[in-house]
């Protein structure tokens, strides 16, 4: 079942509500179909999660996009944030995948969480994907990747003719105010280990698989889990993994007993 709690939150609950029940948040990523995680969030629910999905602006039905900003995607993240806090006693579990996993990490002083699972994190992104912000200006909508069958479209992207301007100006902006952060918690490392899953696939095209490994590993700042998706169906975007098809089965088997293990041991 799924529930969307209260339309000015944009926040669904995925499984049943248990108020005894850890919370689990879902952030999805630019362009992606927020539907496109409900398999993952339903498995993991079988953990005994209370699990719910928010959906971020520019991504929302009957909604203004020409005017969005970082602070949009700031304030519609942390009223989830503060909704849940309200509503249960455990603390909040985060999951967050690539603009999602940005948003979520980037806030973790302003919004703690119990733990965080964070899937292809757009923290660092390849130098050839910041050519598309000289196009914002001029161009209403920008182009996504394309994925290798039209029928994936659909099920993985939510604006399939092109995702407005606003949007991905919000998107470097919130990547700027990032790297602002980073450079002062790089300074302040204190050695202690965050309570942090990260997955990241070789060859992703949008973020630097290298760059999540030093920051994560090298840093000691989580645990970073290596994933590829050897039997994918779909195989032409490597930045794009949250289910059986994006992965295959025996890697997506993986990515939930990697989560499972990281849950039960912290």
């Known amino acids: 079942m799924s ?3 209260e339309p000015e939150l944009h926040l669904e609950r995925i499984s049943s509500f248990d108020p005894n029940q850890s919370p689990l948040l879902a952030v999805h990523g630019l362009n992606q179909n927020p539907d496109s995680l409900k398999k993952l969030l339903n498995d993991l629910s079988h953990l005994g999660f209370c699990t719910y999905l928010l959906h971020l602006p520019g991504h929302q039905k009957k909604e203004l996009r020409s005017h969005l900003t970082a602070n949009d995607f700031y304030s519609a993240y942390q009223k989830a944030y503060l909704y849940l806090k309200e509503a249960h006693t455990l603390p909040i579990v985060g999951l967050g ?3 999602g996993g940005l948003i979520m990490y980037s806030q973790r002083e302003k919004c703690p969480l119990g733990r965080m699972i964070l899937m292809a994190p757009a923290l660092e992104i390849k130098p050839y994907t910041h050519i598309i912000k000289a196009f914002i200006p001029w161009l209403s909508h920008i182009r996504s990747y394309p994925l290798e069958k039209k029928i994936y479209e659909p099920i993985y ?3 399939q003719t092109g995702v407005p301007s606003p949007i991905y100006k919000s998107f470097f902006s919130i990547y700027g105010d990032w790297q602002k952060i980073k450079r ?12 942090v899953l990260v997955f990241s696939q070789p060859g992703d095209e949008i973020v630097s698989h290298q760059g999540l490994k030093s920051w994560f590993i090298q840093q000691g700042r989580g ?4 994933i590829k998706g050897k039997d994918a169906q779909l195989k032409s975007f490597r930045h794009l993994f949250v289910d059986d098809t994006t992965l295959g089965t025996e890697s997506y088997r993986f990515l939930l007993a990697s989560i499972e293990d990281f849950l039960k041991k912290n």
């Not at 002062?184 to 309570?195: D, L, P, V, Y």
Request: a positive charge; zero cysteines.
């Open 3 to 5: 529930l969307l709690i």
């Open 184 to 195: 002062k918690q790089a300074q302040q490392r204190n050695g202690s280990k965050e309570r």
């Open 97 to 99: 995948y690539s603009l």
């Open 223 to 226: 645990q970073f889990v290596e």
């Open 157 to 159: 992207r939510y604006h």
